[in-house]
């Protein structure tokens, strides 16, 4: 199974500061397709998990353009350029180029 | 509004079944392939199985054999028929949308339904 390693695993963030988690995968992302089969979740406390970031870098339909994805191959990053308090949760980069799906492990951010 | 709703959670002992149900509303169902993921308590996100619009399925591993996921597109609804359940199952159930983004992306997210294994 590809194996997704996040980090940090914390994430304690003053409002209006940006933030970044990494993502790595054990094996290529890359389709031939010329798509990062790697999308980007955030799970706000007691909800279900939210898309934010597909295909590597694609805005999900209502997400604020303060969080950005980049990364191809096996590296990739999310980017929250100015953090506001509905940002807290968990974070989860997933791959889904190969079955079975993985998950990272996931990152928790918190307001400082 | 596009909307999935889970049902059929519940208490069962080891080696029990369940059937797990996840209602589809405001999207063409038969359009969209849809999956099964699940998250144990304070743990991180496992996708557990996948049904395509061709009826073609897949699973993780630790399933394969004992869970069967199934659709039923002219009632808009989700199947997982889970048997011969362990402890290890016990988890928050949650049925999920590929999006029309392309990817495999899951852009819609039921509520959950809990599951637990437990004698």
């Known amino acids: 199974d590809v194996v997704m390693t996040q980090s940090p695993l914390s994430l304690p963030v003053t409002p209006g500061e940006p933030a970044s988690i990494s993502c790595r995968s054990s094996?290529?992302?890359?389709?031939?397709?010329?798509?990062?089969?790697l999308d980007w979740y955030l799970q706000k406390p007691g909800q279900s998990p939210q898309l934010l970031i597909y295909?590597?870098?694609n805005r999900a339909s209502g997400v604020p353009d303060r969080f950005s994805g980049s990364g191809s191959g096996t590296d990739f990053t999310l980017r929250i350029s100015r953090v506001e308090a509905e940002d807290v949760g968990v974070y989860y980069c997933?791959?889904?180029?190969?079955?079975?799906?993985?998950f990272g492990q996931g990152t928790k951010l918190e307001i400082k | 509004e596009v909307q999935l709703v889970e049902s059929g959670g519940g208490l069962v002992q080891p080696g029990g079944s369940l059937r797990l149900s996840c209602a589809a509303s405001?999207?063409?169902?038969?359009?969209?392939?849809m999956h099964w993921v699940r998250q144990a308590t304070g743990k991180g996100l496992e996708w557990v199985s996948y049904?395509?619009?061709?009826?073609?399925?897949d699973y993780t591993g630790s399933v394969k054999g004992r869970f069967t996921i199934s659709r039923d597109n002219a009632k808009n609804s989700l199947f997982l028929q889970m048997n011969n359940l362990r402890a290890e199952d016990t988890a928050v159930y949650y049925c999920?949308?590929?999006?029309?983004?392309?990817?495999?992306?899951?852009?819609?997210w039921g509520q959950g339904t809990v599951v637990t294994v437990s004698s």
């Open positions: 999920a949308k590929e999006g029309p983004t392309g990817g495999d992306a899951f852009d819609i």
């Open positions: 405001g999207f063409t169902f038969s359009s969209y392939d």
């Open positions: 049904v395509g619009t061709a009826g073609d399925t």
């Open positions: 094996q290529n992302l890359l389709h031939s397709d010329g798509n990062n089969y």
């Open positions: 295909l590597g870098f």
């Open positions: 997933m791959q889904a180029l190969y079955t079975p799906y993985t």
